[in-house]
């Protein structure tokens, strides 16, 4: 069965600081992992895909197999980062390619 | 381009009532879902749907039925309201293969008294 864990309920960083918000998984295969941001009372936005290996406002995300990671990271945080952040991870799941999403990490930045 | 919209956006229901939440998407996307979002639980996929006329179960479908009689309306319906159905429900769409994004809607807030 596919899972994802994000360890962290609320993570709190000053404006400025690296922000690393972690995100385990367990699947037999070959994953797809996201993160997906939700910002206060809006819908889902992802955010990262790991085989874009891309940047966005300066989030990355490295896929790590050996450790069954997707650790998403920040050099300096900034106050606009505050919002709700999902790991999550596509298998074929009966064909249906569904996510399977992590209970979320609130990032906090204080200014 | 709306995207995927959902409604209604809020609503307050009395426990025992029924009432359907709409999905509808305008990009001809062959995969729609359903998910709730609790507070510490992360998002739960209730049901979802891999085409017109099918749909499947997810992890917590009790006390929900869905139907997709047209490609891009996926309606979610409960028939007897219970304050545990009292959360954020959120649809979302994804063409039919694996690696394109997945699009959501913009929540709907269910209150069950």
């Known amino acids: 069965a596919q899972r994802v864990t994000q360890p962290e309920k609320l993570l709190s960083v000053f404006k400025g600081a690296p922000v690393e918000l972690k995100c385990n998984y367990s699947y037999s295969g070959s994953p797809e992992l996201f993160w997906y941001v939700q910002y206060s009372r809006q819908r889902l936005q992802l955010l990262l895909r790991?085989?874009s290996r891309e940047s966005i406002k300066g989030f990355t995300a490295d896929l790590n197999k050996g450790e069954t990671s997707f650790h998403l990271k920040k050099p300096f945080a900034q106050e606009e980062d505050s919002a709700m952040y999902y790991c999550?991870?596509?298998?074929?799941?009966?064909?249906?390619?569904?996510?399977?999403f992590g209970k979320g990490t609130k990032l906090s930045v204080i200014p | 381009n709306a995207g995927v919209t959902q409604t209604p956006k809020f609503r307050v229901l009395k426990t025992g009532q029924s009432m359907t939440l709409l999905c509808a998407q305008d990009m001809n996307h062959e995969y729609m879902y359903w998910y709730r979002q609790d507070p510490g639980m992360g998002l739960r996929l209730i049901h979802y749907s891999v085409g017109e006329g099918t749909t499947a179960k997810g992890e917590v479908p009790d006390g929900y039925n869905v139907s997709r009689l047209k490609k891009q309306n996926f309606l979610l319906g409960l028939e007897s309201a219970a304050p545990s159905q009292t959360s954020v429900y959120f649809c979302?769409?994804?063409?039919?293969?694996?690696?394109?994004?997945?699009?959501f809607g913009e929540g709907s807030w269910l209150t069950v008294v």
């Open positions: 790991h085989i």
């Open positions: 999550a991870l596509s298998g074929p799941g009966a064909g249906s390619y569904q996510l399977t």
């Open positions: 979302a769409s994804r063409a039919g293969t694996r690696r394109n994004t997945i699009y």
